[in-house]
């Protein structure tokens, strides 16, 4: 099983999909790099690259305060910056 939670714009060319998966029992939050279609290509869908990560849908919490925790430190340097 694999649903498509999310997708995020890296450039004209690619795109962040944010993807729940199961396997064996456990799911899985799997975060990749996709190709977009292009128009000659005869997939709809994109292609995955190998750029990406796959987390058990448990560590998201700590995924999740990670980041807000680098957020916090970057906008603590551009207010240094601008001082």
Same mark, same amino acid.
């Given at each position: 099983? @694999?649903?498509?939670?999310? +997708?995020?714009? !890296?450039?004209?060319?690619?795109?962040i999909?944010?993807? $729940?998966? /199961?396997?064996?029992?456990?799911?899985y939050?799997?975060?990749?790099?996709?190709?977009?279609?292009?128009?000659?290509? @005869?997939?709809?869908?994109? +292609?995955?690259? !190998?750029?990406?990560?796959k987390?058990n849908?448990e560590? $998201?919490? /700590?995924?999740?305060?990670?980041?807000?925790?680098?957020?916090?430190?970057?906008?603590g340097?551009?207010?240094?910056?601008?001082?």
């Amino acid at each position: 099983m @694999s649903a498509l939670l999310a +997708t995020l714009e !890296k450039n004209s060319a690619e795109e962040i999909r944010f993807n $729940l998966d /199961e396997w064996k029992g456990s799911r899985y939050l799997d975060i990749r790099c996709w190709l977009k279609p292009a128009a000659f290509e @005869s997939s709809a869908a994109g +292609t995955p690259t !190998k750029k990406g990560i796959k987390l058990n849908v448990e560590q $998201l919490p /700590e995924l999740i305060e990670t980041l807000q925790k680098i957020s916090r430190d970057l906008a603590g340097d551009a207010e240094r910056e601008r001082a």
